[in-house]
């Protein structure tokens, strides 16, 4: 086999020719392409990482913002636990306080009513006592009961000083001294009485006899200047007001 340079050369122009074609034509353009789209890629990448970097920023943002949302919803339902604990607490003492008031103002309206259920059977005891008391003296007084009352008196003016007797006795000598009886007394009972009281007042004086059936029983001698009472009546009413101020009820 003969070797042909001129076959080699003319091959090896049409490799040169194709080769150049291929760089101009194909290999260039493709390159240039190849690194556009490079370009386009980081582009892409790079606005992809920016992205993703904004995500996880947002993300972050988000997460703290959760974070401080859920804080303060827990703040605020502590507050609002608190502020229902002190208010319920505060409505519990209210109601706590309430509740004594009544219950004191209760027992106190009850020990009133005790007190004056008490009072009203205690006045009723009192007076039922007294009238029984008044209808037993009213129905064994007679005349003859008086002169006990006699001595009373005597023993009484026997017992005054003799400054106390001219007390009982200034300006007697204006009029009559009155002696009133729960029963009219007899001429003779009238005598005796004048008798007795002439030697212990003296004789300077006149005497007038009455009767006061309300004196029950007793006698009352009025001078100008004091009022002698030695009677049942008063004695009652003495009595009366002796229960009031001892027995009231506790």
């Not at 080699?8 to 260039?28: P, R």
């Not at 988000?62 to 919803?73: F, G, K």
């Not at 030697?199 to 004091?226: C, H, M, Q, W, Y």
Request: glycine fraction near 2%; aromatic fraction near 6%.
């Amino acid at each position: 086999m003969n070797f042909s340079w001129w076959t080699f050369a003319l091959q090896a122009a049409n490799f040169l020719i194709l080769v150049w074609l291929l760089q101009h034509f194909l290999f260039k353009p493709v390159k240039a392409i190849v690194a556009r789209r490079k370009e386009e890629i980081s582009r892409a990448l790079a606005e992809a990482s920016a992205e993703k970097e904004d995500a996880e920023r947002l993300k972050r943002e988000l997460e703290a913002n959760r974070s401080q949302i859920v804080a303060e919803r827990q703040t605020m339902l502590d507050e609002a636990r608190a502020q229902l604990s002190t208010e319920r607490q505060r409505i519990v003492e209210e109601t706590r306080s309430e509740t004594e008031k009544i219950r004191g103002q209760a027992v106190k309206r009850l020990d009133e009513e005790r007190i004056a259920a008490g009072n009203e059977l205690l006045e009723r005891t009192i007076a039922l006592a007294a009238n029984l008391a008044e209808r037993l003296l009213r129905e064994l007084a007679v005349p003859s009961m008086e002169q006990p009352f006699l001595g009373r008196v005597i023993d009484y003016l026997d017992r005054l000083t003799a400054q106390e007797r001219a007390t009982l006795l200034s300006q007697s000598s204006a009029g009559a001294l009155l002696v009133a009886t729960a029963h009219p007394l007899g001429v003779q009972d009238q005598s005796q009485w004048h008798e007795q009281l002439a030697k212990r007042l003296g004789a300077d004086f006149s005497l007038k006899f009455s009767a006061d059936p309300t004196l029950i029983a007793g006698v009352e001698i009025t001078f100008p200047n004091a009022i002698l009472r030695f009677n049942w009546r008063d004695s009652l009413s003495a009595a009366l007001k002796e229960l009031h101020a001892n027995e009231q009820p506790r």
